[in-house]
């Protein structure tokens, strides 16, 4: 599997589970890395873009800043958690079918998890 051109679904939010959450529509969340080093994606509010970098050593990552719509929905504050953590990303890992994200403070426990949406 592969991080580039795979269409990975959000599946939690730091400690948020979305599928447990009482949030609605966010299974539609997702981001896409690019092999042109650009991100693509869509949180429960807004649709967003940004950059992309992997480092020299194996499951280095750092992510930009996204800009995003503006639009503000009943998840917004599922959303702002999501948008804010991954330009905190500093490494990423793939297991099966799940895309984990981590910042540097924390290696056991991601920051965000996704799971391979590409069809």
């Known amino acids: 599997m592969s991080l580039l051109d ?16 009482s949030y609605s529509d966010t299974y539609r969340s997702y981001i896409q890395f690019t092999r042109q080093n650009t991100t693509t994606g869509l949180g429960p ?8 970098s992997q480092g020299n050593t194996a499951g280095q ?45 924390n290696s056991l426990r991601p920051l965000l998890v996704f799971e391979n949406s590409t069809k």
């Not at 959000?10 to 948020?16: A, D, F, G, I, R």
């Not at 509010?45 to 992309?52: A, H, I, K, Q, V």
Request: charged share 20%; glycine share 2%; hydrophobic share 30%.
């Open 45 to 52: 509010c807004n649709s967003f873009s940004g950059t992309f």
């Open 61 to 105: 990552l750092t992510i930009s800043q996204q800009a995003s719509t503006k639009a503000t929905c009943a998840t917004q504050t599922l959303e702002d958690k999501y948008l804010n953590a991954l330009p905190r990303t500093v490494r990423y890992e793939i297991s099966g079918k799940e895309l984990r994200l981590y910042d540097v403070s």
């Open 6 to 21: 795979t269409r990975w679904r959000l599946t939690q939010v730091e400690e948020t589970p979305l599928w447990t959450s």
